[in-house]
């Protein structure tokens, strides 16, 4: 706003200014505009007495003109403060800042009517930086802010339920490497089975379907390309039909996962100890099962084992004695807590419960084999008063305590994890948003290309330039503004003029959003003169069309100058002024650069800019003068030039001049 407002130099030259249009006392006017958007009144032109005179005075309705409004009494030049020279608030780092700054349908409006604005009120680099710089978040730092604000300290779970579902629905696209961990360790305690305990049918029964079943779910689970990659079709319903291969089907579903490792787990803990089945029947329960079972079997590995009077042999030499399968059950057991452990991305608390159930059951079985029993007590001297199945339980323990701190540790870490990662895909967004800002703001100050040059460059240290060969330039004069400007008290000390000129400049400025003009360029307004200049794309000009661009340029700036009047014809009809437009325009070499650190400006230099300024301050009111190579350019495509002879022009001398034929012409 500040800069906006410093650009506008009116000079009153201390003359009194008469009112263009006699106006009785007390009349009140409502302007309307043409477009629906406009139907509101816009300004209401109101005449006070004044030494005799009607003046003018507006009092403008529409939002854009409220910018002007309350910027104290230096017409907005800043935040005045009493008895003191003009404060500025700089814009902060924030960008809210910036967006409060601007209403609408001002410089920067589109910031504050974008929906990214809101997201911007959240944004702080203050916050980015906290977050994602390493050195100041250590993991001890990182542990306490999770468990205090986002996670139950012993669940592990997220405080936010919504947060909670996002993380149990997530893909697990490492879920076969598990599998494939737990296929790992069932076929280690497939060979230690195989290598220690005798071989017979419940083994092979069990171990060759389980190893089946594991083989067939490690091959499902990593199986991504089953399906022949169909061309995209633009029918939704036939990307429905189309395959999904398994292995994203199981990493995509929680429920399947489950079940997969339940289903998993349940087996190789069953491999582990079914097969003691084979050497002495539990008590009671199994025992008519497990003779018929023992039946057909080979006798010379278990005949020892059903006469009662081996027994006592077989303790006597232990080398030999199904006691020295014992260890095989154990580390059966414990591999088994080791495939549970292995699902690194299966709840640590499901894990947990499957391993004491697991534990539990293993120790049950063992308690009713009496070889368990036969084994403690000729290995074990130490404690001889406490039961074998404590002491097994209690080094099985163990080893869930240490299977569950590393779940723990896991599942801490990965929840850390998704933190981090939907913390820093907010932050990225916001870092978007403000990349976004950024460029936004920089392309109304500057040229499309230049804001981008300055966005991607990281050396803004060096004088940004661009040289043309040939450049159109305008410059568009109001000179019957300065007679209408008057800053007395009826106008608010001039208040009042500056916002039918802050109109007319808004209303010439969304003419350079047709697309016919995307080739123009505003320069900047001085004044009442507003400056344009039409051919300003690095690159474009030499190329093979570089006459016809050229043709183009000027056409457009000539287009670009009669819809500028135009438009001044109806802002006159709506305000009962009778502003005319004088345009100069000519084409050349320019040298164009951004100049200034703090508040950078785009300009134009050269002797074509020079000569462009003269056409239009030695002009005439409501028409275009142009250069004699610019006419003949116009006339060769088609424009009626007029030849106004040789011309005076300042610094330059004599030139001749023509004017541009326009239906203004006549007016
Ligand atoms: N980049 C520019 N922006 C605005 N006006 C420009 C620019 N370059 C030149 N002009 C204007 O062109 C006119 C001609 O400039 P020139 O250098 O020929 O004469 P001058 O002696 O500097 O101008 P003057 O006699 O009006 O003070 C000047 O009024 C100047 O303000």
């Avoid at 250590?138 to 339920?161: M, Q, T, Y």
């Avoid at 089975?193 to 083994?203: E, N, V």
């Avoid at 020295?324 to 419960?353: D, H, N, Q, W």
């Avoid at 009496?370 to 199945?389: G, L, S």
Wanted: a negative charge.
């Amino acid at each position: 706003m500040e800069n906006c407002m410093a650009e506008v130099n009116i000079s009153t030259e201390g003359k009194p200014i008469e009112c263009s249009e006699p106006l009785n006392v007390g009349e009140e006017m409502s302007v309307c505009h043409e477009n629906p958007e406009q139907t509101k009144p816009i300004m209401k032109m109101e005449t006070e007495s004044l030494n005799g005179n009607a003046k003018p005075r507006f009092s403008i309705t529409s939002e854009r003109n409220n910018s002007l409004v309350d910027q104290g009494s230096g017409i907005g030049l800043g935040n005045a403060t009493p008895g003191g020279p003009p404060t500025r608030s700089r814009p902060s780092s924030k960008m809210t800042k910036y967006v409060e700054c601007w209403g609408a349908d001002k410089p920067f409006a589109n910031i504050a009517e974008s929906t990214l604005a809101k997201n911007i009120e959240l944004t702080s680099m203050d916050m980015i930086e906290t977050n994602l710089l390493p050195n100041r978040n250590s993991c001890l730092e990182c542990r306490k802010w999770l468990s205090g604000e986002d996670l139950h300290p012993a669940l592990l779970w997220f405080r936010n339920p919504v947060q909670e579902d996002e993380y149990r629905s997530q893909s697990d696209s490492e879920f076969r490497y598990y599998m494939a961990g737990a296929t790992i360790v069932f076929i280690g305690m497939c060979i230690m089975q195989l290598a220690t305990i005798p071989k017979g049918i419940i083994l092979y029964g069990t171990l060759g379907p389980t190893f089946i079943v594991l083989l067939v779910f490690v091959y499902l689970c990593w199986l991504e390309g089953c399906c022949s990659s169909k061309p995209a079709t633009d029918t939704p319903l036939e990307h429905i039909d189309s395959c999904v291969p398994p292995g994203r089907i199981v990493a995509d579903s929680r429920c399947l996962r489950i079940a997969i490792f339940l289903l998993t787990v349940t087996l190789i803990s069953a491999c582990a100890v079914v097969t003691v089945v084979d050497y002495e029947p539990l008590p009671n329960l199994v025992s008519n099962a497990t003779s018929l079972i023992l039946e057909g079997r080979n006798a010379s590995d278990y005949g020892e084992i059903n006469d009662p009077s081996n027994t006592t042999a077989l303790m006597g030499d232990p080398e030999n004695s199904i006691i020295e399968y014992v260890p095989t059950y154990l580390y059966g057991s414990a591999m088994s807590l080791c495939a549970i452990s292995v699902y690194l991305r299966i709840g640590f608390l499901l894990k947990l419960g499957l391993m004491v159930a697991s534990i539990i059951s293993h120790i049950y079985v063992y308690s009713y084999l009496k070889f368990f029993q036969d084994y403690h007590d000729t290995h074990d001297d130490k404690f001889p008063n406490i039961p074998f199945e404590i002491k097994t339980a209690l080094v099985l323990t163990v080893a869930i305590i240490l299977f569950h701190i590393l779940d723990r540790q896991i599942e801490f870490t990965s929840r850390t994890d998704f933190l981090w990662k939907a913390k820093l895909k907010v932050e990225q967004e916001e870092v978007e948003t403000m990349r976004g800002i950024n460029k936004i703001l920089l392309e109304n100050i500057l040229p499309a290309h230049v804001a981008e040059k300055f966005l991607t460059s990281r050396n803004t240290q060096d004088l940004y330039h661009e040289r043309y060969s040939c450049v159109g330039v305008m410059f568009a004069s109001i000179p019957n503004y300065k007679e209408f400007y008057d800053e007395s008290d009826v106008n608010k000390q001039g208040l009042e003029c500056l916002r039918l000129l802050n109109e007319i400049i808004c209303e010439f400025d969304k003419l350079l959003l047709k697309p016919k003009f995307s080739c123009i360029e505003k320069i900047k307004t001085i004044g009442s003169t507003y400056m344009l200049a039409s051919g300003l794309r690095p690159g474009k000009e030499n190329s093979g069309e570089a006459s016809r661009k050229e043709e183009y340029n000027i056409i457009a700036l000539v287009d670009f100058a009669v819809l500028l009047m135009t438009n001044l014809d109806q802002i006159n009809r709506d305000s009962f002024q009778r502003f005319k437009l004088r345009v100069g325009i000519n084409h050349g070499p320019v040298i164009a650069g951004v100049v200034g650190a703090q508040k950078p400006q785009y300009d134009i230099w050269g002797n074509t800019v020079n000569v462009a300024s003269r056409m239009d301050s030695c002009g005439m009111m409501g028409r275009i003068q142009v250069t004699e190579d610019t006419a003949k350019i116009l006339m060769h495509t088609g424009y009626t030039c007029e030849c106004r002879g040789p011309t005076f022009v300042k610094g330059k001398g004599t030139l001749t001049t023509y004017f541009v034929k326009t239906q203004f012409d006549d007016k």
